[in-house]
């Protein structure tokens, strides 16, 4: 099965997230009654990699968000229930480096593997730009697939700012709606379901309001 990829249409009026336009029937993923993420697994990056301890995943029940030091660590926090179509909302915004490489990292993942040797996110970074990409099954074989250049806009904002990102996926396809646009569409996905979740990767980044609607 060959992927086609296509970017959104140029930049132009803000759209309503899908959680604004239609509030009811989403699902929490960081309920205060999981306080120890045991909805939740990691994952090694690559695959296979041992996982590093302890955990830089805490969730503060008390405001709904969950912070990661990612400083040192990669890895995926998976949750535990395989999902097909649904809208994933995410919110995440990235704390300030004062010293060293601001190169901000981190993702949002969708219908990855168990062992995360297939994965297909939405990169986060300290803007402008957002994108997906992924490690998914091009004609039978693994393949890296990157949509960075066929993104047609830019609306992510900077480190200490919040985003607001929801990554849809329908049957072979998912796109990425962030602050107000959809920057890309990947179809033509060959894997049907799997794990969503988040990256850690060398930075402090936070995230709230973790919700799908299937």
Same mark, same amino acid.
């Given at each position: 099965?060959?992927?086609?990829?296509?970017?959104?249409?140029?930049?132009?009026?803000?759209?309503?997230?899908?959680?604004?336009?239609?509030?009811?029937?989403?699902?929490?993923?960081?309920?205060?009654?999981?306080?120890?993420?045991?909805?939740?697994?990691?994952?090694?990056?690559?695959?296979?990699?041992?996982?590093?301890?302890?955990?830089?995943?805490?969730?503060?029940?008390?405001?709904?968000?969950?912070?990661?030091?990612?400083?040192?660590?990669?890895?995926?926090?998976?949750?535990?229930?395989?999902?097909?179509?649904?809208?994933?909302?995410?919110?995440?915004?990235?704390?300030?480096?004062?010293?060293?490489?601001?190169?901000?990292?981190?993702?949002?993942?969708?219908?990855?593997? +168990?062992? !995360?040797?297939?994965?297909?996110?939405?990169?986060?970074?300290?803007? $402008?730009? #957002?994108? &997906?990409?992924? =490690?998914?099954?091009?004609?039978?074989?693994?393949?890296?697939?990157?949509?960075?250049?066929?993104?047609?806009?830019?609306?992510?904002?900077?480190?200490?700012?919040?985003?607001?990102?929801?990554?849809?996926?329908?049957?072979?396809?998912?796109?990425?709606? +962030?602050? !107000?646009?959809?920057?890309?569409?990947?179809?033509?996905?060959?894997? $049907?379901? #799997?794990? &969503?979740?988040? =990256?850690?990767?060398?930075?402090?980044?936070?995230?709230?309001?973790?919700?799908?609607?299937?």
């Amino acid at each position: 099965i060959a992927l086609l990829l296509v970017g959104a249409a140029p930049e132009g009026e803000p759209t309503k997230s899908e959680m604004e336009k239609n509030p009811d029937g989403w699902v929490d993923l960081l309920p205060a009654s999981d306080p120890d993420l045991k909805n939740w697994f990691r994952v090694g990056i690559p695959p296979k990699s041992p996982i590093k301890e302890p955990t830089p995943w805490k969730l503060d029940v008390k405001t709904g968000v969950l912070f990661c030091d990612g400083v040192g660590y990669h890895d995926m926090l998976l949750h535990k229930e395989e999902q097909g179509d649904f809208v994933y909302h995410v919110e995440w915004r990235f704390l300030p480096v004062t010293s060293g490489p601001k190169g901000y990292n981190a993702g949002i993942y969708v219908r990855n593997s +168990a062992d !995360g040797a297939i994965w297909h996110q939405a990169q986060t970074g300290g803007g $402008p730009i #957002g994108y &997906l990409f992924g =490690e998914t099954p091009v004609d039978g074989k693994v393949k890296r697939v990157q949509l960075n250049k066929d993104v047609k806009a830019k609306p992510v904002k900077p480190a200490g700012e919040w985003n607001v990102f929801e990554v849809t996926c329908k049957g072979d396809t998912i796109s990425l709606w +962030a602050n !107000g646009h959809v920057v890309n569409e990947w179809r033509g996905i060959a894997v $049907p379901k #799997g794990f &969503l979740g988040l =990256e850690s990767e060398g930075y402090k980044v936070e995230f709230k309001n973790v919700k799908i609607k299937k």
